[in-house]
């Protein structure tokens, strides 16, 4: 489907057209430059949500919402001045640009405020290829809960030993939006976003377990069977009845793909301009050196047909771009929005608002391969808590998993603590798994961190 289809398309599905957030996103630009400002940007959306949730066979939540916004920002000058609404009548939009504008008015000037440099903006977007990131789910409340009921269903037939649940979640959200700047730029398409989730119990009295699992896509067709996702919430419940502390010991670490993503994303806010420019990271000034074991390459793919995290521009309207970000485990690149950039005397990466589909070249391994390649240490499939320290790269969080030996699970893991130093983290990843799980912005398979101290008894 190109862009102007899924734009048509969608037209019916939304309370405002595609044309009419266009035109509010130009009204709003007019009165600000009316009003005196020297400089606006604008964000224009609007978008609707179904989420139902089943619990031991019966119907726990139907949750509607339906939203738009307008949030405008302004410049007098270097003082910026911010006001959104949820009201989209004209004398509303008036009030929100006049509500910016005294804001800034009382504002410190900032000398590194502003729009973007108008060469990096994705003026010519509409020229590029479609994203395919809009396919409506024409989803009933009863089909919803049929869903939710047979992840669930499928879920309990697993083992007698699956006795309970927290519930299987069905959720659908599509919006569409428009950005724009009065540097000319303007932008903007639809969106979807579905989910489908399982959380079961296994065990009783005091030997209870549970776990999950959960698929995420643009397009519905790609989450998979809901039976298939209730069964693997049941196994893993089940995998982790019997769980014991073990010796505190320094061993090898797999953390499991899912929790994988967590390590890439310590990473993404460590090298990301609000970090390095207020010295809270433990890697400013890192651009060209190892961070990372020499068997890393990280891309950066912004324009994936379909994926979670693509995207024409980011939220300054700076175009995005193909881009390596480790290359032999050496930084290429931070990631940096139009104001960061402008902290550290560099150029906007693209990255306002985040990153573009970060992908972690796999290896050659699944995850049995990583264990036996590991021998002897932890597979981590839980963690707890936030202990990250990102001043000095100090890691330290609750975990759960599996105790390995010569290469094979041996039993299930509880009430443990795994610690270490990010940047010794990051140079010993030895190997990366090819057990890639997509559901968001970074795609890595399971990672093997050569040493750890887990405490324990």
Sequence with gaps: MSRSAATV????????????????ARDVLAHARKSGASACEVDVSDGFGQSVTVRRGDVETIEYNRDKAIAVAVYLGQRKGQASTSDFSPAALRETVDAALNI????????????????????DSQELPDLDLYHPWLLSVEAAVDLAKRCETAAFAVSPQVGNSEGATVSTQEGHFVSANSLGFIGGYPTSRHYLSCSMIAGESENMQRDDWYAIARDPQMIGSPELIGERAAKRALSR???????????????????????IGHFVHAVSGGSLY???SFLVDSLGKRVFSKKLRISERPHLPG???????????VATHDREVVVGGRLQGYFLSAYTARKLGMQSTGNAGGCHNLIVHPGKRDLPGLLRKMGRGLLVTELLGQGVNYVTGDYSRGAAGFWVEDGEIVHPVEEITIAGNLREMFRDISAVGNDVLVRGAKQVGSLLVEQMKVAGE
């Design 9 to 24: 398309s969608s037209e019916s599905r939304f309370s405002h057209r595609f044309d009419t957030l266009q035109q509010l």
């Design 104 to 123: 800034a008015r009382f504002t410190a000037a900032d000398p590194c405020a502003g729009l973007p440099d108008a060469s990096l903006l994705a003026i």
């Design 241 to 263: 009845l019997g769980a014991r502390k073990i010796k505190t010991c320094k061993v090898p670490v797999v953390f499991e793909a899912p929790l994988a993503s967590s390590l």
């Design 278 to 280: 207020r010295k809270t």
């Design 307 to 317: 994926a979670l995290a693509s995207g024409y521009f980011d939220s300054d309207g």
